[in-house]
């Protein structure tokens, strides 16, 4: 049976917990839906947080939260998912498109400087693969910040002997809950802020939201269970990255790293390749192992090419060039040891 790139880590407890709001016919937004806020607020150590049905609407509420009145410029990524690009759109703003510096997964402050230049007032900052970037360059450019943390969600950077968390640098933060999220409610989003004046802005304007807005409490069980394991589930997927670095230092091909001082999140096993995805693909179809591109749904894959209008987007060569040469492995809890085996042999001697 072929090995799959991506799977949701869903266990007896999360099954029990869904079937719970089942079976109490409990599936609206309601108690588990304050109960995930108030275990959002307690893990990552924040003021005030808000579940939503989808990342899109948590953007909308940011953006609305940070009181711009008139149309303004969101800067993205071009690796970042392109859901990014259609909500700025949505939300009645115009997307910033940034390049990413040369076989990296972020824009550089320069980069932002840049953008701003252009009329970029806020960063909406993916959080690519786990990774974080240089976070105190960034804010130096004074730039608004949204982190989103749907894959970085456990990561840190290490500042004056000090661990800052992912989620804690933004005035907002966005957790998604989608499917293939590091952690998945089914669909959906938390939206939170750090810091009390941020959270005071953003409870203004959600006291009167409808309840169509809020995340239901049967993928908010879900989510609620998948956040208590966390730190399970990421100790596992850490042991695993270990065992795949050993392979892939075996080859040719590059390990993408945190850079800096901290810790990225496993979020899966990206590799920069130094040849074809073809040849690779190929060869690990043949041991049933399925890889992936890794940005195959983010804006530089979705609107680049020839014909694309943005000229923005269409200036993002260095992000194009990671687009194509960079490949998800699968890492996931549930893999079983003959599995890993396959894989690790294949990191160390595909082409």
Request: hydrophobic content about 40%; proline content about 4%.
């Amino acid at each position: 049976m072929k090995i799959q790139t991506y799977s949701s880590t869903i266990r007896r407890k999360e099954m029990d917990a869904v079937l719970t709001c089942m079976v109490e016919e409990k599936t609206g937004p309601g108690e588990m839906n304050l109960r995930l806020v108030e275990l959002i607020q307690k893990t990552f150590e924040v003021s005030g947080a808000v579940a939503l049905r989808s990342p899109a609407l948590a953007l909308k509420y940011a953006l609305h939260a940070l009181g711009f009145d008139d149309r303004i410029g969101v800067m993205i990524s071009a690796l970042a998912p392109d859901w990014q690009y259609s909500a700025v759109c949505d939300a009645g703003c115009d997307p910033i498109v940034l390049d990413v510096a040369p076989d990296e997964l972020f824009p550089t402050s320069d980069t932002i400087k840049d953008g701003m230049v252009k009329g970029g007032r806020v960063l909406l900052l993916h959080e690519t693969c786990g990774f974080m970037p240089d976070m105190l360059s960034i804010l130096e450019t004074g730039v608004s910040v949204i982190e989103d943390i749907s894959q970085s969600a456990g990561a840190f950077l290490t500042l004056e002997d000090t661990e800052k968390k992912a989620g804690s640098f933004g005035v907002f933060t966005i957790l998604g809950l989608e499917q293939d999220d590091l952690l998945t409610a089914g669909g959906g989003a938390v939206l939170f802020a750090a810091k009390d004046r941020n959270w005071s802005a953003l409870k203004s304007i959600l006291s009167g939201i409808p309840s169509t807005d809020r995340l239901p409490d049967i993928n908010a069980a879900l989510g609620f269970v998948q956040l208590k394991e966390l730190t399970r589930n990421e100790e596992k997927r850490r042991e695993l990255r270990e065992l795949y670095t050993r392979s892939l230092l075996q080859s040719r091909h590059k390990l993408l790293t945190q850079k800096g001082e901290g810790q990225c999140a496993v979020y899966s096993f990206p590799v920069l390749l130094s040849s074809g995805l073809k040849d690779v693909s190929q060869y690990a179809q043949k041991k049933e192992i399925e890889i992936a591109p890794v940005f195959a749904q983010s804006v530089i894959a979705i609107r680049g090419g020839e014909d694309c209008e943005d000229e923005n987007i269409r200036n993002c060569r260095n992000a194009a060039s990671m687009a194509l040469r960079c490949v998800n492995f699968p890492l996931y809890p549930r893999l079983g040891q003959k599995q890993v085996e396959k894989i690790t042999k294949v990191l160390a001697t595909m082409p």
